[in-house]
C-alpha cells in the first residue's frame, strides 16, 4: 500500500473517531446570565428564576434559551415541526434546573420578564405555597403547551 493511500486510510479513521466523540447537549445548558439573549424575544437572560431552555435533539444544534416561559411556549407554538425537544425549567424557588415532566407550573401575578407570570416549580409544597399566594393555577407542561396553541387559533 503506498504512503498516500495510508496517510488517506489514516485521515478518513480520525475524522470518523472524532464525528463519534461528538457530544450532543445532555442536561440542562449554562446561561450566561446578562449575556445570552432569550431566543424568543431577544432580550438578555438575566433573571435564573424564570429561565427555560430547549434542547434541539440534532448533535449539532445549540440549546436555546429563553428569559420567560411564556417565550418558550410562543417559540414551540411557532416551531411545531422542529421538535422533539427535552425542555429544562428553573425553579422559580431553588434556582435548579428541572425537566418539564418533573415540573408543576403556576399561572400567577407575579411578576416575569416577559409577563407571562408562569413559574415552574418542583416541590410539590412550593407549588401548593405560591399558588396560594399568587392566586394561581397549577398546571402541567402538556396544559401549558395546549392553551398556549388554543390561544393563537
Known sequence: MSTWLRLLMVGLMLAMAASCNRQSV???PQIR????ACTGCGMIVSDD?????IINPDPDGAPLVFDDIGCLLTYERKNPACGPWTHYFHDATSHQWVKADEAAFVKTSRETPMGS?????????DTENVARAGKGAVCTF????????????
Not at 33 to 36: C, N, P, R, T
Not at 49 to 53: G, L, V
Not at 117 to 125: D, R, Y
Not at 142 to 153: K, P, Q, T
Open 26 to 28: 445532555i442536561g440542562p
Open 33 to 36: 446570565y446578562g449575556q445570552d
Open 142 to 153: 402538556a396544559e401549558l403547551l395546549h392553551e398556549s396553541v388554543a390561544a393563537a387559533r
Open 49 to 53: 428564576r424564570f429561565a427555560a431552555a
Open 117 to 125: 407570570g408562569i413559574v415552574a416549580l418542583q416541590s410539590p409544597s
